[in-house]
């Protein structure tokens, strides 16, 4: 059974940095397209970052293009969310997601991904 652990969640201040980490267990990370998506009160989960097995190809939402940053470490079964010049609207629930075998041009979606982590709360005051 594959399973997804977030961590790292935490009140920051506006400007400030976070990095929420993503531990899988049971399945073959190398295989798995990685996610992280969000969801904030009120609202529906959206898309945050995604990166493919090799790491290579990254993508982001344009909401947090140029301050989060996606990547992987394949060795420790672990996808890393790095959160920079963070604003208030980054509130919300964040969520790591895994599947296989997904498209490029699906990588958004979250239909397309298979486990999901419980989640950790973020939450950046003015």
């Known amino acids: 059974q594959v399973q997804l652990v977030e961590s790292g969640g935490a009140l920051v201040q506006a400007g400030g940095s976070l990095r929420l980490p993503c531990l899988v267990s049971?399945?073959?990370?190398?295989?798995?397209?990685m996610g992280w998506f969000r969801q904030a009160p009120g609202k529906e989960r959206e898309f945050v970052a995604a990166i493919k097995w090799s790491g290579d190809n990254k993508y982001y939402a344009d909401s947090v293009k140029g301050r989060f940053t996606i990547s992987r470490d394949n060795a420790k079964n672990t996808v890393y969310l790095q959160m920079n010049s963070l604003k208030p609207e980054d509130t919300a629930v964040y969520y790591c997601?895994?599947?296989?075998?997904?498209?490029?041009?699906?990588?958004?979606?979250?239909?397309?991904?298979?486990?999901w982590g419980q989640g950790t709360q973020v939450t950046v005051s003015s």
């Open positions: 049971g399945g073959r990370f190398g295989n798995y397209v």
């Open positions: 997601a895994a599947g296989s075998g997904i498209p490029t041009h699906a990588m958004a979606r979250m239909g397309e991904y298979d486990y």
